[in-house]
């Protein structure tokens, strides 16, 4: 029997990298998903290949407004909501903290901990009413330890993981779980723009990160979509403020630090 049977859910960042991945899984374990997601062209494209267990709505994820529709699409097209995952995200502003703008850092934040925020605040009480739900926030093995992300980047995750923790408490005595998924470095274009200058080189992304982890290849977007179909399904009732790593053991990107802040010479 599909895992998913009879669910619905929410994708932020749906349409690509993670996000596309999470979508693809849930749907193939019977869900339905809303992409919510600001790239168009993907998003469409995604949703007419996935078929009537899927619509695209375009979402900025930093708008309440685009949350609430999201979230109401979903309910008003496929009957609840039962699974929210906050997903999108960026890199963001890098540099040393002294040369980081304002202006840089405040949008950062919108992006990867405000939507989190966001969906969090808006998914919940539609979960209340329905007496049971799954949140999964997005955040990144930066979450957990420093040097492995640009310093605003390093902040955002380690709030969605407080975030997260603390909203869980408020949530366990209404059926409503709330739990966290660190992905390490994932092969996307995201990360193939950052390690190669091409986002569309994917295999050279791939060989590149594959060399920094213990396992000896680097995760694609199907193995946190694993996790994240764990979290979202009943198998993990008793999970809440939980933090799931998911990086082979161990990433050692250490060289990241310094591509992200270099010291800065004088």
């Known amino acids: 029997m599909a895992r998913l049977a009879g669910k619905s859910a929410v994708v932020t960042g749906g349409a690509r990298g993670i996000g596309e991945g999470i979508v693809r899984r849930f749907v193939a374990e019977g869900a339905r998903c809303v992409i ?7 998003g469409e494209a995604l949703a007419a290949e996935l078929g009537d267990a899927t619509l695209f709505l375009r979402t ?3 708008s309440e407004a685009d949350i609430v529709a999201a979230i109401d699409a979903c309910v008003s097209s496929f009957g609840a909501l039962d699974v929210m995952v906050n997903n999108a995200g ?13 202006d840089d850092y405040e949008r950062t934040m919108a992006v990867l901990l405000t939507s989190v925020f966001l969906g969090t605040k808006n998914a919940l009480p539609v979960m209340v009413s ?12 930066a979450g957990v330890q420093g040097g492995l992300g640009p310093h605003v980047y390093t902040t955002a995750k380690h709030g969605v993981i407080g975030l997260s923790k603390s909203v869980a408490v408020e949530a366990a005595p209404f059926g409503v779980r709330v739990n966290v998924l660190c992905p390490g470095a994932t092969l996307s274009s995201l990360t193939a723009g950052l390690v190669t200058g091409d986002k569309d080189n994917l ?3 791939y060989e590149r990160l594959s060399s ?8 694609k977007p199907a193995d946190m979509a694993n996790a994240a179909l764990f979290m979202a399904s009943d198998e993990s009732e008793f999970m ?6 998911v990086d082979a053991g161990k990433e050692t990107l250490s060289d990241r630090a310094a591509k992200f802040y270099p010291i800065p010479t004088r």
């Open 130 to 141: 329905q007496g049971s739900g799954s949140i999964i926030n997005t955040a990144s093995t």
């Open 36 to 42: 919510a997601d600001i790239d168009v062209a993907a």
């Open 212 to 219: 920094k982890y213990a396992g000896g290849r680097a995760p």
């Open 60 to 62: 900025d994820v930093t």
């Open 240 to 245: 809440n403020g939980a933090v799931m790593v």
């Open 203 to 205: 295999d050279g992304a």
């Open 90 to 102: 960026i890199v963001g502003v890098t540099g040393p903290i002294g040369e980081t703008a304002l």
